[in-house]
T-cell receptor, first 116, second 114 residues
Framework: AQSVTQPDIHITVSEGASLELRCNYSYGATPYLFWYVQSPGQGLQLLLK????DTLVQGIKGFEAEFKRSQSSFNLRKPSVHWSDAAEYFCAVGALTEDSNYQLIWGAGTKLIIKP | DAGITQSPRYKITETGRQVTLMCHQTWSHSYMFWYRQDLGHGLRLIYYSAAADITDKGEVPDGYVVSRSKTENFPLTLESATRSQTSVYFC?????????????FGPGTRLTVT
């Protein structure tokens, strides 16, 4: 069965420090991979997505993610975090259903806390 | 206002009551979705719709009913609310398939069933 694992429920980093949020997926075919961010009290917003091609993808707000097929991972990175990056981050994989439609399978999320 | 809106933003109801959560989008997107968000589970798809009058079950449809008579509206009804349906509900829309286009999310409805 398709699944997405975000092993870290919470991560705390200092402002200005680098960030890496982990995401592992289980999916038999070529994955469509996404990272979304949810700011407090808000809906989710797409940060970046990977469909094919270059395995390092750039997103909004200075984020990037690297697809590693051998590790079934799609980790999100940012070289220097800002206090405004405090939010919850969700990884998702686009999976084909029995009726040939795609649905997003979501990880449980990682809450990012920024220390001043 | 352009975008995707949900109402109400907060709702408290009693067990057994019928509740309808509203979702409206102004982009004429074909696809619309209802998710519930619970701690430790991320988002789980309840129902989705590929177009007006076309709806399909997601991962957790039991206890919910949807309709889509107009492209812009996608209401979610809890026919007889239970405490296990206490959650945050998100509506989303997408121009086409979710693997081709971004999903745009509403601000959510926090529902408490007492």
């Amino acid at each position: 069965a398709q699944s997405v694992t975000q092993p870290d429920i919470h991560i705390t980093v200092s402002e200005g420090a680098s960030l890496e949020l982990r995401c592992n997926y289980s999916y038999g075919a070529t994955p469509y991979l996404f990272w979304y961010v949810q700011s407090p009290g808000q809906g989710l917003q797409l940060l970046l997505k990977y469909f094919s091609g270059d395995t390092l993808v750039q997103g909004i707000k200075g984020f990037e993610a690297e697809f590693k097929r051998s590790q079934s991972s799609f980790n999100l990175r940012k070289p220097s975090v800002h206090w405004s990056d405090a939010a919850e981050y969700f990884c998702a994989v686009g999976a084909l259903t029995e009726d040939s439609n795609y649905q997003l399978i979501w990880g449980a999320g990682t809450k990012l806390i920024i220390k001043p | 206002d352009a975008g995707i809106t949900q109402s109400p933003r907060y709702k408290i109801t009693e067990t057994g009551r019928q509740v309808t959560l509203m979702c409206h989008q102004t982009w004429s997107h074909s696809y619309m979705f209802w998710y519930r968000q619970d701690l430790g589970h991320g988002l789980r798809l309840i129902y989705y719709s590929a177009a007006a009058d076309i709806t399909d079950k997601g991962e957790v449809p039991d206890g919910y009913v949807v309709s889509r008579s107009k492209t812009e509206n996608f209401p979610l009804t809890l026919e007889s609310a239970t405490r296990s349906q206490t959650s945050v509900y998100f509506c989303a829309s997408s121009e086409t398939s979710v693997v081709e286009n971004e999903q745009y999310f509403g601000p959510g409805t926090r529902l408490t069933v007492t």
